[in-house]
């Protein structure tokens, strides 16, 4: 499984641009605040349309402006793991894990509801509500949600500075675990040295440029 990320986008006075290109494990995405670290990961997932380049995975065209190709996000099969969790209010954790295993392919569910909440340690929440969850239970949810919905590869935007101190440790296990056992490509995002060394297996510096 390998990530081809070639794109650039002019977003007021600064032009994001980052290239790279990931094969398994940790991929870092360093550099200042503001200089474009979330855009990229959102043109990665469809959410924001680079000016130029293209995106693929496991050789697998997701944008190219040359050959005017744009997957929505939903058929890019790409989890994505948001600093504040974002789980739907409205639906307990059960509902919340399977909303995105409805909609994937039945060839794409890899991973089984019961599998998921295995390797999460997550059964004793299914009935709960996600406001009665600390962060670090809402964010192994969100994890869930993303494996669930036939995912081949995750996107994870500062996921632990929510989470209290003390529950760090075990979501850091957690990204690690699915690194090693379930082998999925990771793009992760983290202002925090530590986390950066314990975690990447490479590190794309993003530079600021203005246009
Ligand atoms: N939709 C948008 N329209 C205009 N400008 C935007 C848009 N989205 C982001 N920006 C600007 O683009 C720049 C990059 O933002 P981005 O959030 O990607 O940076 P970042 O490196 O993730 O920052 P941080 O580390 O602070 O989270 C910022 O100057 C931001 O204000």
Redesign the pocket.
């Known amino acids: 499984m390998s990530f081809d990320v070639d794109v650039r986008k002019t ?2 006075d ?1 032009v ?1 641009a980052a290239r790279f290109v990931a094969s398994d494990g940790i991929t870092l995405l360093w ?10 990961l ?1 043109m990665i997932a469809g959410l ?1 349309r680079p000016d130029q380049g293209h995106v693929s995975i496991d050789g697998q065209m997701l944008f190219d402006d040359s050959a005017a190709i744009n997957l929505p996000p939903h058929r890019r099969r790409i989890g994505y793991v948001f600093q504040d969790g974002r789980l739907f209010p409205h639906l307990r954790v059960r509902a919340n894990l399977l909303y995105g295993h409805r909609l994937a392919a039945p060839e794409n569910r890899w991973m089984s509801l019961q599998a998921v909440i295995d390797f999460l340690g997550i059964e004793h929440l299914l009935g709960r509500w996600p406001g009665t969850l600390s962060g670090g239970e809402a964010q192994r949810v969100a994890i869930g949600r993303a494996l669930l919905s036939g995912a081949r590869a995750l996107l994870m ?2 996921p632990l500075p929510s989470i209290d101190p003390a529950r760090r440790e075990g979501i850091m296990d957690v990204i690690l675990r699915i690194r090693d056992e379930l082998v999925l490509p990771i793009v992760y ?1 983290t ?1 925090n040295p530590a986390e950066a060394d314990r975690l990447a297996t490479r590190k794309i510096e ?1 530079m600021p440029s203005s246009r």
């Open positions: 977003l007021g600064h994001v550099g200042p605040s503001g200089v474009g670290k979330t855009s990229v959102n924001m935007d500062e995002v202002h993003l």
